[in-house]
């Protein structure tokens, strides 16, 4: 494998694991969104509804995050299939590959934020 094909066989896995932590979210989400249904259904004012309002949020908050996620693994492959990937999109500088190790889907340097 060449450095190019390295790079996009890294991103396709870590999409895949994006792709995957976005629909175990979205199960629990929607297992919760059951619950809570029905335990609204029983009593307004039960305390175990608001438990899973506070817990519904918190999980509606990962799932955001998961998503936001996947979106940037998708945009870094296509940014790959144009030769863009690692090059900053503020300054248009080449992003270090320290910085991308640790953010694989960085679109801008670090001095860039
Ligand atoms: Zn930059």
Same mark, same amino acid.
Do not use: N, Q, Y
């Given at each position: 494998m060449n450095e190019q094909e390295e790079l996009r066989a890294g991103l396709a896995e870590a999409r895949r694991r994006a792709a995957e932590r976005v629909a175990k979210r979205e199960d629990g989400l929607r297992a919760?969104?059951? @619950?809570?249904? *029905? @335990? *609204? +259904? +029983? +009593?307004?004012h039960d305390p175990e509804g608001e438990t899973l309002s506070a817990q519904w949020s918190l999980r509606a908050g990962l799932l955001a995050d998961a998503r936001e996620t996947l979106r940037q693994a998708d945009a870094a492959l296509e940014r790959l299939g144009r030769g863009e990937y690692g090059i900053c999109r503020v300054c248009g500088g080449p992003i270090p590959p320290a910085q991308l190790e640790v953010r694989p889907f960085r679109e801008s340097c670090v001095a860039c934020g």
């Open positions: 919760l969104t059951r @619950a809570r249904r *029905s @335990a *609204s +259904d +029983d +009593d307004e």
